[in-house]
């Protein structure tokens, strides 16, 4: 069974910096890419980050380029989201994701809180 367990938010003040874990099981993790999601109160469920099988590519969204950095090792089966200068509007529920045959797999989120 697929699972993923977040870990690694809480509580930061702007311009802080903050290192997200994703630890995974159930599948042959250095085989897939991963993904981190994030989602606001009353928004939508966002695309932070990705990174493919080997770690050699990944992509960003605009709104965080330059600041985050997602990375993983696949010998722990963990991806990473690197959160720098943080801002208040960062503030979310930080979501790990992988799809695995054809299925979307979630964990159950970790919460940054980007406040002073």
């Known amino acids: 069974q697929v699972q993923l367990v977040e870990s690694g938010g809480g509580l930061v003040q702007p311009g802080g910096s903050l290192r997200l874990s994703c630890s995974a099981s159930?599948?042959?993790?250095?085989?897939?890419?991963m993904y981190w999601y994030r989602q606001a109160p009353g928004k939508e469920r966002d695309l932070v980050a990705a990174?493919?099988?080997?770690?050699?590519?990944?992509n960003y969204a605009d709104s965080v380029k330059g600041r985050f950095t997602i990375s993983r090792d696949n010998a722990k089966n963990t991806v990473y989201l690197q959160m720098n200068s943080l801002k208040p509007e960062d503030t979310a529920v930080y979501y790990c994701?992988?799809?695995?045959?054809?299925?979307?797999?979630w964990g159950k989120g970790t919460l940054v809180t980007v406040s002073s």
């Open positions: 994701k992988v799809t695995y045959s054809g299925m979307d797999y």
């Open positions: 159930g599948f042959t993790f250095s085989s897939y890419a």
């Open positions: 990174i493919s099988n080997g770690g050699r590519s990944t």
